[in-house]
Structure formats: C-alpha cells, structure tokens
C-alpha cells in the first residue's frame, strides 16, 4: 500500500472515530433530556406513592392492566432488554421509539402504585432506543450497534447519575470481552454528556457517607471474599427467581391481561400485609441498613421474590434499585456474623448484588466507589470479584453477554400438573411429543 493510500485510509477511519464520538455526545444529551425528565417524575411519584400506599396499592391490578395494554398496542416490536442485546449486537435492525414511551409511562405507572420494581430498565432502555434511532438516522452503516450501547450507559448515568458505572456496566453486559473498542469513546461521551445534563433536571447521586475504614489486612480480605461468595448466590438467586416467575406466569395464565391483573390482585394483597416494607424501590431499606435500623435475615430474599414475582407478572420497570436493597439487607445481617463494620458490609452487598445479578465486575466497583466514597475500593474490588465467580455467569438480562450455556437448561415446568389453575388455561401450551427412537 503506498504512503498515499495509507494516509487515506487513516484519514477515513479518523473522520469515521470523530463522527461516532459526535453522535455519542448527541445521543448522551438526548438520553439526558428525556431520562433526567423520567427520574424527576419518579422522584416526584415514590414519596407520594409512599404517603398514600395503603390507599394506591389496591389500584396495582388496573395499573397492571394498562401496561399490558400498552405491550398489546406494541405488537411484535415489544420494548425488553432483549430486544436491546439484540439491537446492540445487530441481531435485529432498529428499536422504536414507542417501545421508550412504554416503559417511560409503565414504569411511573408501577410506581405510582407501589409495585416493587426497580427503574433503571426502563431509563436503559429509552437511552437505548434513542441511541439507536440516532446512530440508524445520522451515522454510518454499524452505527446503530455502537449508538445503542451508548444509549445504554447515557440512560444508566442519567438515572444514577454514576457515570462511570454506567460506561462500564454498557459496556460489559453487551460485550464482555469481545471486540467493542469502536463503542468505548462514544460511551464515555454519551455517558457524561448524559450526567450534566440530567444534573439540570436537580438530579444527584443518592450517596452514602461511610465512617472510618478499618485497615485493611489478610483477615479483613478473607472476610470481604466469604461475604462477597454470599453476595454472588444472592444475586444467583436473583436471576433464577426473576427467570422462574416469568416462566411460571407465562405457562399458568396464557392471556397477558388476565395474568397480570390475577397477578396485580395477588401482590397488593401481599404487600399490604407486609406493611409496604417491601413496595416500591427499596431506599428505605437501603437507608434503614445504612442508619443501623432493624433489618430482619428474610427482608433481601423477600425483596428479591417480590421483585421477581412483580415483573414476572408483566409490570414493567426494572431490578437494579431493588437489587441495590436486597444487597443491603444481606450486608447489614452478615455485618454481626463476620465481624465487620456494618456500613462496610452494606456497602459491600450493595454493589456486589448488583454485579452478580448482571454479570459485571468493573461497573459494580465504580458504581459502589461513586456511591460510597473510593477509600472503599479495595473492599469493593475483592468483595465484587468473589461475588461474580459465584454468580456462576447467570443473570437478570436472559441475553447479556455473561450468561451461559445454563440458562437454557432451567427444568421445564410440568405445565398441567404444577400450577393448580384451570386446565383451559393451558389451551395455548402444548407438550411436546416424544419421538420415536427410530425415527
């Protein structure tokens, strides 16, 4: 190739670099504009939602209604984070924007309502969507693919307004080691473009202060790896549980708006028994672990089965903020069993929950150091790593990159005798039929 031809070469791929990176500040500044006005509207709605909750919860069946409405309206073109994975990895060509509006108003509908549901699936997946219509609109031809997953980390940093998190957790959970080089500059564009521009919107990190550190010896690591093993079943846990209800809803109740409303009707009633302790995003409890207020040895796991139960029912909204609790809950138990100060553990399974239960290691460092204060990054990082090795590559999102080969080996349910429902229901399930050896 001569020097000429080289230099052309060069030049392209340069112009190629400087457009994408123009396109991730554009995508970051829109996601910033439209998930700074949806995390403003929730900051206005949860209080409410928690003032009046013994009133709001029994209206959770009609919520669940009209946001089964709104997925009918959809049609094939259902908003998911599968459809997400699939539009970052050019599986599927575009994501529209309707399927943002659904989960912009779905989600302020569920929490109007108290359901336990988290909110950064839907702040993701609007990022996502409009990511994609920009890089599909504006860029060149792979554009689309890469402006998703800015998408992705500009909806993140947004909502948590933990930027780095948010680059870091894109990044990871659509590739995960593969060839994603091009995505990295666009992503920490749109991420950061994305944190200044919700922060117009009054929104801030909610941050934790912690106390004096203790000094970190071979004791205390051996301490962080045996809470982080813990944290990583937690959020194994998690991803079985939220794969296991949707299953169980979608093979009991074949109609979508029957099978949320009977949901809908279920869940108010459990959560009105539970006081709302376990309604909604789960701060409370996260700020209850933190000030050193009773938190009981069931509260993570129940946190965890009620979110489950919740979107596997059809509520759409997201786990993050609820893993976020769960991992609390567990930290502040297992504070008093290993000996460790109990903030350190709270913030330890806040961030290590929430890795294993998405399959990152970097993003669920950053996000605890950007939340809790970097002195604790080396307690993070180890607690972190255990914690995704004993997430065994399962996670929430049933297409990210960390999932494995297991994910397609759950047990089917044994559709006609498991769940004590009507046999019409099951009209639309059918069995498989055996074949012949021979055959």
Not at 60 to 75: K, N
Not at 198 to 219: I, R, S
């Amino acid at each position: 190739m001569t020097e000429k031809r080289r230099g052309a070469v060069f030049l392209r791929a340069a112009l190629h670099h400087l457009w994408l990176a123009g396109l991730g500040v554009c995508v970051g500044l829109a996601a910033g504009v439209v998930c700074g006005a949806f995390g403003a509207g929730l900051n206005a709605i949860v209080p409410f939602a928690h003032e009046n909750f013994q009133n709001n919860v029994w209206f959770l069946p009609l919520a669940g209604l009209l946001t089964a409405a709104m997925f009918h309206l959809c049609g094939r073109d259902r908003p998911g984070m599968t459809a997400v994975f699939a539009a970052a990895r050019g599986e599927r060509a575009a994501l529209p924007l309707r399927g943002a509006a659904v989960q912009f108003a779905g989600t302020w509908c569920a929490h109007f309502f108290a359901a336990s549901v988290g909110r950064e699936g839907a702040a993701v997946q609007i990022g996502a969507s409009l990511g994609n219509r920009i890089g599909n609109s504006a860029g060149p031809a792979d554009a689309g693919r890469t402006m998703t997953v800015a998408g992705m980390a500009a909806g993140f940093s947004a909502l948590f307004m933990t930027p780095l998190a948010a680059l870091c957790f894109a990044l990871e959970a659509v590739y995960l080691g593969r060839a994603g080089a091009r995505a990295v500059v666009p992503c920490v564009l749109a991420s950061f473009a994305a944190f200044f521009t919700a922060g117009l919107y009054g929104l801030a990190p909610h941050t934790y202060a912690l106390g004096a550190l203790p000094a970190f010896d071979w004791l205390l690591l051996a301490k962080c790896l045996g809470m982080g093993a813990l944290f990583g079943l937690a959020g194994l846990l998690f991803s079985f549980a939220r794969r296991f209800f949707g299953r169980f809803f979608a093979v009991s109740v074949q109609n979508a708006f029957l099978r949320v409303f009977a949901g809908g009707v279920l869940l108010s009633c459990l959560l009105y028994l539970t006081g709302g302790r376990y309604a909604g995003l789960g701060t409370d409890i996260v700020d209850a672990a933190i000030s050193g207020e009773k938190i009981y040895a069931a509260d993570f796991a129940l946190k965890i089965l009620f979110t489950a139960a919740t979107l596997g029912a059809g509520f759409i909204g997201g786990e993050v903020t609820t893993m976020f609790a769960a991992g609390a809950a567990l930290g502040a138990v297992l504070a008093d069993i290993f000996g460790v100060p109990a903030e350190l553990a709270v913030c330890l399974g806040y961030a290590a929950v929430f890795g294993a239960a998405t399959g990152t290691l970097v993003a669920p460092v950053l996000l605890g150091c950007e939340i809790f204060g970097f002195a604790a990054f080396p307690f993070l990082f180890f607690a972190c790593a255990a914690a995704y090795v004993f997430g065994f590559g399962q996670t929430v999102y049933g297409k990210s990159a960390a999932n494995t080969a297991l994910a397609d080996k759950l047990p089917a349910f044994p559709r006609k005798r498991m769940c004590p429902l009507p046999r019409r229901l099951y009209g639309a399930v059918r069995m498989p039929k055996k074949r012949n050896a021979l055959s």
